[in-house]
């Protein structure tokens, strides 16, 4: 199973930027579906963007739009989420997640998931 690793959390005001990293065990992220996943406390995890395997198709869920960038650098076997406008609803652990086939950003699709990465939005 492929393992996942996120970097870039941090404490930051509302209106800042961060970047999120996901980084693979292996060299083999490239055949992979990303995913984007975040879950506040008391809520349930939520699709925050994907990105096919190839980087040619990508989903964001309507609350980030406009605000938030995936991308993927398969020759640095990592996937990134930029986020910019962060407001304290962004509060949350994000997680990354890689799934076999491209499906969108449900949940369900993904079968490998890192440990998560806090994001917390607040003056």
């Known amino acids: 199973q492929l393992q996942l690793v996120e970097s870039g959390g941090g404490l930051v005001q509302p209106g800042g930027s961060l970047r999120l990293s996901c980084a693979a065990s292996r060299n083999t992220l490239r055949y992979y579906a990303i995913g984007w996943f975040r879950q506040a406390p008391g809520k349930e995890r939520e699709g925050v963007s994907c990105?096919?395997?190839?980087?040619?198709?990508?989903e964001y869920a309507d609350s980030v739009k406009g605000r938030f960038t995936i991308s993927r650098d398969n020759s640095k076997n990592t996937v990134y989420l930029q986020m910019n406008s962060l407001k304290p609803e962004d509060t949350a652990v994000y997680y990354c997640a890689a799934g076999p086939l491209w499906a969108g950003c449900p949940v369900s699709s993904f079968s490998s998931w890192g440990q998560g990465t806090q994001v917390t939005v607040s003056s």
């Open positions: 990105i096919s395997s190839r980087g040619g198709v990508t």
